[in-house]
């Protein structure tokens, strides 16, 4: 059994001007990242490496229009290395372009196991979910099938994470909630998956503590305190990343999916929604083992009884970031059987992660609970 891949190597530099001196942009890098990167972070360094802007080709979360773009965009060049700078759109995009040929993006989905890495990728994020930048998985909103599909390779792992929280310095409320409570949906998922291990569990669990702890604080102190946190939640949403690299994201990411595709919710955000009634659905059927596990550490994290995690962790999270029903964002209830049947038609690949195995109706059941 496989029991953590480590692939990246993970650096980390304390301020922005010394990853910038120890990266050393040369003329053959390509640097992709967003405007607000640039602006904030930097705009008063010289170097001659191309540059180029997430938003230049879309907005928004990575759908295969944007992404056959900057494929493009790439192939124009000679560059040895992307070095990759933003949240898990600009890291996500960067790793198929690290793995981009002649190929179009649809052909690497079919083709993938024989994709190659083309380019050394550095990942870089700026802000604290994805994990992104030690995983090896992107994902892409396909637009003709409407729903959104992880691209997955051992060629597309970044060769370095690259880790600076001042780069975090100003991240909106807004994406911090979303992406830190995505890397807490990252640890937990991880945590129940059948293949966690207990290296993994080491990383989830970690991650679990620093995220919950965080969180207790921001509410207890106040916004203010946040800035001295960012640290923390960057290493928790990496220690998430380790995680989830070779215990894999569940259900609650797959039934995220057709939602979150359909009504642009973005991806931290399609998960808080899920998050909960999955966890619930388990309980339910099978209240043992990893679950408990799981629950006997929010128990202690959260100060309540076993049988009220839930509660207490959807109030805590809901003062973070206050959470909506799928009814709220437009979502009419004949489409939950729609969502049920995409799921098990196109995220069996998460689905084999699940803690309890999933049928339709039971996917159905944990859709209409959360309505
Ligand atoms: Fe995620």
């Excluded at 992709?32 to 930097?42: A, D």
């Amino acid at each position: 059994m496989e029991e953590i891949i480590f692939k990246p190597q993970i650096i980390e530099y304390d301020s922005c001007s010394e990853f910038i001196a120890a990266t050393q942009f040369k003329v053959d890098d390509l640097i992709f990242t967003s405007q607000s990167v640039y602006e904030n972070f930097l705009k008063n360094y010289e170097f001659e490496s191309k540059i180029i802007f997430q938003r230049q080709y879309g907005s928004g979360e990575p759908n295969d229009e944007m992404v056959s773009k900057i494929m493009a965009e790439v192939r124009k060049g000679d560059y040895k290395r992307i070095i990759a700078i933003g949240g898990g759109t600009v890291l996500d995009i960067a790793k198929i372009l690290s793995v981009t040929d002649d190929r179009s993006l649809d052909e690497l989905y079919e083709q993938i196991d024989t994709v190659k890495c083309q380019r050394t990728l550095l990942a870089v994020p700026t802000t604290c979910g994805t994990g992104s930048e030690v995983t090896n998985i992107a994902v892409v909103n396909r637009l003709r099938l409407g729903t959104k599909m992880g691209l997955v390779s051992p060629e597309m792992f970044p060769a370095q994470a690259i880790l600076v929280p001042e780069l975090l310095n100003g991240l909106p409320k807004y994406v911090f909630a979303t992406s830190s409570i995505d890397a807490l949906v990252h640890a937990t998922e991880s945590a129940v998956s059948p293949k966690a291990t207990e290296f993994t569990r080491l990383f989830s669990y970690a991650a679990i503590r620093k995220i919950i702890n965080g969180f207790q604080r921001i509410v207890a102190e106040g916004e203010q305190v946040m800035p001295s946190l960012m640290k923390d939640f960057l290493i928790a949403s990496t220690f998430a990343g380790l995680a989830f690299g070779t215990a894999g994201c569940g259900p609650v990411h797959a039934m995220s999916y057709p939602f979150g595709g359909t009504y642009h919710v973005a991806h931290g955000e399609s998960n808080f929604v899920i998050f909960t009634g999955v966890l619930k659905h388990y309980v339910e059927k099978d209240n043992s083992g990893a679950v408990v596990d799981l629950n006997h550490l929010l128990s202690e994290l959260l100060n309540c009884p076993i049988e009220d995690v839930y509660i207490a962790l959807d109030s805590l999270l809901d003062q973070i970031l206050p959470k909506q029903s799928m009814k709220e964002y437009g979502v009419q209830e004949v489409e939950l059987s729609e969502f049920a049947k995409n799921v098990i038609q196109e995220q069996q690949r998460l689905l084999g992660n699940s803690f309890y195995p999933l049928d339709e109706a039971q996917v159905l059941k944990i859709y209409q609970s959360i309505y």
